[in-house]
C-alpha cells in the first residue's frame, strides 16, 4: 500500500471545525483515499472514503487536492465524542477482501 | 443496525495456554479480517477470510491459526500464549466486493491479557 503522511496530533475546540490533513504523494490511479478513526478503548469506525471528486456524509466531508497528492478530512463541528485517532489509508481497487494497513494516525483532542 | 460480534470481550489467560477468540460478521458480510493491536500501537492485520478460504496473511504467529466456517463466524486460535501476545484483537467483516464497496466494519475487540 502507498504510504501516507498526517501530523501526529491535533487540537480543536469544542464545537469548532477541523480539517485533518493527509499527504499521500506516491498514490495510484486506482488508489482510494479512506478515513476510519478510532474512539479510545473502541474498535476503527469507518469515517468517509473517495477516489477524485469531493465526497461528504453524515460524519465529514472528503476533500480531495486535484492532483490526489494530498485530501482532508473536515469535520464540519466538532463535539467531544469526536476525540479519536483518525487514519488516513489508500486502498487499492484492484478487488475485494483487502486488509486495511493502519499508520500513525492523527490523535485528535477536542478541548470543550 | 446489526454490527460486528466478538467474543469474549475479556479474556485472561496463562502463558503456554491456548485461546480461542470467534467473530460474527455483520449478516450477509461474506469477508472477515483479524487485527491485532498492542499496547499504544496502531491495529496490525494478522489474516483474513473470503467465502471460508483464506485470502491474505499479513504478521500472524505461525502458533495463531483461523479459520471461517459455513455460517461465516471465524474463529483465531491462539496457542502457546506469550506475554507479548497480550494486546486487543479486532475482527471486521465487509462485503468483499472489492474497490468502492469494501468498507471494513470492526467489531469492538477482545482483550486478551496473557500473565
Known amino acids: 500500500d502507498a504510504k501516507t503522511t498526517q501530523p501526529n496530533s491535533m487540537e480543536s475546540n469544542e464545537e469548532e471545525p477541523v480539517h485533518l490533513p493527509c499527504n499521500h504523494s506516491?498514490?495510484?490511479?486506482?488508489?482510494?483515499i479512506h478515513w476510519y478513526r478510532q474512539l479510545p478503548s473502541q474498535g476503527p469506525e469507518y469515517v468517509i472514503h473517495?477516489?477524485?471528486s469531493n465526497v461528504n456524509n453524515r460524519m465529514a466531508s472528503l476533500a480531495i487536492a486535484e492532483d490526489r497528492k494530498s485530501s482532508t478530512l473536515i469535520l464540519h463541528r466538532a463535539t467531544l465524542r469526536d476525540a479519536a485517532v483518525y487514519y488516513c489509508?489508500?486502498?487499492?481497487?484492484?478487488?475485494?477482501?483487502?486488509?486495511?494497513?493502519f499508520g500513525t494516525g492523527t490523535k485528535l483532542q477536542v478541548i470543550p | 443496525a446489526a454490527g460486528v460480534i466478538q467474543s469474549p470481550r475479556h479474556l485472561i489467560k496463562e502463558k503456554r495456554e491456548t485461546a480461542t477468540l470467534k467473530c460474527y460478521p455483520i449478516?450477509?458480510?461474506?469477508?472477515v479480517y483479524w487485527y491485532q493491536q498492542g499496547p499504544g500501537q496502531d491495529p496490525q492485520f494478522l489474516i483474513s477470510?473470503?467465502?471460508?478460504?483464506?485470502?491474505d496473511k499479513g504478521s500472524i504467529p505461525d502458533r495463531f491459526s483461523a479459520q471461517q466456517f459455513s455460517d461465516y463466524h471465524s474463529e483465531l486460535n491462539m496457542s502457546s500464549l506469550e506475554l507479548g501476545d497480550s494486546a486487543l484483537y479486532f475482527c471486521?467483516?465487509?462485503?468483499?466486493?472489492?474497490?468502492?464497496?469494501?468498507?471494513?466494519?470492526f467489531g469492538p475487540g477482545t482483550r486478551l491479557t496473557v500473565l
Open positions: 471486521a467483516s465487509s462485503l468483499g466486493l472489492g474497490g468502492d464497496t469494501d468498507t471494513q466494519y
Open positions: 506516491t498514490i495510484s490511479g486506482t488508489d482510494y
Open positions: 473517495g477516489l477524485t
Open positions: 489509508i489508500l486502498r487499492r481497487n484492484s478487488g475485494g477482501y483487502q486488509k486495511v494497513t
Open positions: 449478516p450477509r458480510h461474506d469477508t
Open positions: 477470510f473470503y467465502e471460508k478460504m483464506q485470502s
